[in-house]
């Protein structure tokens, strides 16, 4: 645990923190406070992928480097960020285990996502750029950017389970449909502006569109990991179902990029986990 | 070589084509398909030496078509070209009699890989 500013607010990086989870229930008092002056522990910064809301009491455990033990504490979201939250604490106690691994293997991961239905892991911008690289074949650059607002007129890939369960969206523009559309089938890129001027997408676009997000499906899917599909895209005009605006309205993690494709245009793109 | 190249998709048809060029074996003589339904006749007028398909299709998908040609005692060489693959599928696909299975997306490397021996 490092500490932040002057203002008593400490950071809990990622790489020290195993557990992240929202529990919402009447709390009971702990044996162990670790910190007497609970000043200290009053304000933290948990670096996490979990999705959290202002007011919600999350419990979060914590390897401690000095004393080489495990910690867990709870306490209540007073704030949110792009790489987790602030947590007014209210507790802290001393779990006396070994130490955890921070983070779980990828196999683990895996296995833990197949049994939950859900995936666990974002995709990397490594990853998505190598895919993208070796369906368009040029020099494209993937990088994370802030979270933006969602576009006007979305177009959407939904992903399901085998089980038939809604687990992943990516969302995009209609700009970005036409552009990978077109750099995709070495259409030239006047064309893609062209439909973009009018706000439409030619079939070819949507189905070049839909070729790469099928292909993304890829990115999911982790070896032994719950196994999604690509099972529709969906583009504007089409009214959003109620579950796909749920999705995108709470997501459990979200990644948003910019593709970058040489010869054509810069593209938004986000990712929703649900 | 007749190389015949199965996928719904045109584009991907394509590049399935372009990774052939550059993994060197553009010597080659491509022949497209849209499904395993069409894929049928044009094995019947053609005879390729080589089919490349994908999993999912309409009409006829992949496994069905190579189950297809080797009730009918047709032992072309065939592999498959999908973003499909999970285990299960592997081993299907090996016990229908295919030679490989390469992943979408894939690499002039996986290409060579699975290729060479065949049409190298």
Redesign the interface.
């Known amino acids: 645990m490092s500490k932040k500013n002057e203002r008593q607010e400490y950071l809990l990086r990622a790489s020290i923190v195993s557990r992240v989870r929202v529990i919402n229930e009447s709390h009971s008092l702990w044996p162990y406070l670790i910190e007497p002056n609970r000043q200290v522990m009053a304000g933290v910064f948990i670096e996490t992928e979990v999705h959290l809301q202002t007011g919600e009491v999350v419990e979060f455990d914590f390897l401690q480097k000095k004393v080489k033990k495990i910690f867990r504490g709870r306490g209540r979201v007073v704030r949110t960020g792009a790489n987790g939250a602030v947590v007014r604490v209210l507790e802290v106690m001393s779990l006396d285990k070994p130490l955890l691994r921070s983070n779980p293997t990828a196999e683990e991961a895996s296995k833990k996502a197949a049994s939950n239905q859900r995936i666990e892991v974002l995709p990397d911008d490594a990853k998505i750029e190598?895919?993208l690289v070796?369906?368009i074949?040029s020099k494209i650059k993937v990088a994370e950017k802030p979270r933006q607002s969602d576009p006007t007129s979305p177009v959407i890939g939904t992903y399901l389970s085998d089980q038939g369960k809604l687990l992943a969206l990516v969302v995009t523009d209609v700009a970005a449909t036409n552009y990978l559309g077109a750099s995709?089938?070495r259409i030239p890129a006047g064309a893609a502006a062209a439909a973009i001027r009018t706000n439409t997408i030619e079939e070819?676009m949507r189905?070049?569109c839909?070729?790469i997000l099928?292909?993304g499906?890829?990115l999911f899917n982790l070896s032994g990991g719950v196994?999604v599909?690509l099972s529709a895209l969906l583009v504007p005009p089409t009214p959003l179902p109620p579950d796909i605006a749920e999705l995108m309205q709470t997501p459990r993690m979200r990644k948003d990029i910019e593709v970058i494709i040489p010869l054509y245009e810069t593209c938004r793109m986000a990712i929703y986990i649900a | 070589m007749k190389v015949l190249i199965i996928d719904d998709s045109k584009v991907m048809r394509q590049i399935v084509m372009r990774t052939l060029r550059q993994s060197g074996f553009d010597s080659h003589q491509f022949v497209e398909a849209g499904d395993g339904m069409e894929a049928q006749s044009i094995i019947n007028a053609v005879s390729p030496d080589l089919i490349l398909s994908d999993w999912n299709m309409p009409e006829m998908n992949g496994i069905e078509l190579l189950t297809t040609l080797r009730s009918q005692g047709n032992a072309i060489r065939f592999g498959f070209v999908t973003s499909e693959t999970t285990p299960a599928m592997r081993q299907e696909a090996k016990d229908a009699g295919a030679l490989f299975m390469i992943a979408k997306p894939f690499t002039v490397e996986s290409f060579k890989e699975a290729l060479s021996s065949i049409l190298g």
Do not use: P, Q, R
């Open positions: 190598e895919l070796s369906l074949g995709l089938a070819e189905d070049n839909y070729e099928n292909v499906a890829s196994h599909k």
